[in-house]
């Protein structure tokens, strides 16, 4: 099982992102999926997370509006749309899947973790 992050760079302050995650191994149509960020020395910081029909979005209050979750069940394909940037949203961004339905704001509670991917936003 595993969970592929991709679509991280070096962006301005303004830019936008988009952020892709690819399961493999199994399917999480049924799964919360979500995404959290990390820098060095820190604890893992929740950002955004869907519920397995998607209809569903919860979001860290540093990112609502400015960033959006999404899920295509049917390619197995988690995203993060990520515009207005700012240097405070560089990290490496990490996508999991959660152990049942309902997504979470807590990093215990998901079980299955991507390998992170960096975004950098330059002043």
């Known amino acids: 099982v595993q969970l592929q992050a991709s679509g991280g760079g070096l962006v301005q302050t303004g830019d936008s992102l988009r952020l892709s995650c690819a399961a493999s191994g199994r399917r999480f149509s049924n799964n919360g999926m979500g995404w959290f960020r990390q820098l060095p020395g820190e604890e893992r910081e929740f950002v955004a997370a869907?519920?397995?029909?998607?209809?569903?979005?919860y979001y860290a209050d540093s990112v609502k509006a400015r960033f959006t979750i999404s899920r295509d069940n049917l390619k197995n394909m988690l995203y993060l749309q990520m515009n207005s940037l700012k240097p405070e949203d560089t990290a490496v961004y990490y996508c999991?899947?959660?152990?049942?339905?309902?997504?979470?704001?807590?990093?215990?509670?998901?079980?299955?973790w991507g390998q992170g991917t960096q975004v950098t936003v330059s002043s």
């Open positions: 869907i519920s397995w029909r998607g209809d569903r979005t």
């Open positions: 999991a899947a959660s152990r049942g339905a309902v997504p979470s704001r807590q990093s215990p509670d998901y079980t299955y």
